[in-house]
Nanobody, 124 residues
Framework: QVQLVESGGGLVQTGGSLRLSCAAS????????MGWFRQAAGKERDFVAS????????AYADSVKGRFTISRDNAKNTVYLQMNNLKPEDTAVYYC?????????????????WGQGTQVTVSS
């Protein structure tokens, strides 16, 4: 089992940047593929980015490609989401998630563990 804690959210102006972090408990972090998802008010939870266990494979939603970068540091049990050129439509609660498998996934239902979320608000 793994516990996830997100941090780094906040209020930023359009065009600004934020870096989200997700710290995982346990000694088997490198066994988990990780993902970032977001949920805007009144909407479903959407895929943002995912990364394989080694960090060698990543995937992004079309809406964030070229602006967001997912990375991980297995020595620190942490996954990151660097968000640049933020837009008002990026406003949402951002969640990190983990699944003990080799391959990445964009489907929320595939993930077994979730953090509590961190709010990102982009003002226009």
């Amino acid at each position: 089992q793994v516990q996830l804690v997100e941090s780094g959210g906040g209020l930023v102006q359009t065009g600004g940047s934020l870096r989200l972090s997700c710290a995982a408990s346990g000694r088997t972090f490198s066994s988990y593929a990780m993902g970032w998802f977001r949920q805007a008010a009144g909407k479903e939870r959407d895929f943002v980015a995912s990364i394989s266990r080694s960090g060698g494979i990543t995937a992004y939603a079309d809406s964030v490609k070229g602006r967001f970068t997912i990375s991980r540091d297995n020595a620190k049990n942490t996954v990151y989401l660097q968000m640049n050129n933020l837009k008002p439509e990026d406003t949402a609660v951002y969640y990190c998630a983990a699944v003990p498998q080799l391959f990445i996934s964009s489907l929320p239902g595939r993930y077994d563990y979730w953090g509590q979320g961190t709010q990102v608000t982009v003002s226009s």
